[in-house]
């Protein structure tokens, strides 16, 4: 079956996709993969994962702690994929998230 759309058919169809919003959490784990390096370099200077958390939280970002942990173990993985690192802000040095790290170590790699 075929159907055909008119010209304000068109208009009105576009002017819903764009309304259209993700969800809550698409959101936040676009807003916790934005602040993915700053977590790493908190968790890196002896920060608690308790201690982030409720930072988040006090900027609308509420997490459970397994989510917390799913998030960080996602970002981590993919910024490995990418073999990408995290920037020091202090250097501007890369150092590599503790996975990317462990990898090499197993690999006998020594960057």
């Known amino acids: 079956m075929t159907t055909t759309i008119g010209i ?17 959490e698409r959101t936040i784990a676009a807003k916790f993969s934005a602040l993915h390096p700053n977590i790493e370099q908190a968790l890196a200077r ?18 459970h702690p ?6 960080l173990d996602e970002a981590r993985a993919q910024r490995n994929d990418s073999q990408e690192g995290i920037r020091c802000p202090i250097c501007g040095g890369v150092q590599l998230t503790p996975q990317a790290t462990e990898i090499q170590l197993e690999e006998g790699s020594e960057k």
């Open 66 to 71: 397994v989510k917390f942990k799913k998030l």
């Open 8 to 24: 304000q058919g068109i208009d009105t169809l576009m002017t819903s996709i764009d309304a259209l919003q993700p969800t809550a």
């Open 46 to 63: 002896g920060v608690t994962q308790r201690a982030i958390m409720e930072a988040l939280e006090r900027d609308g970002i509420k997490l």
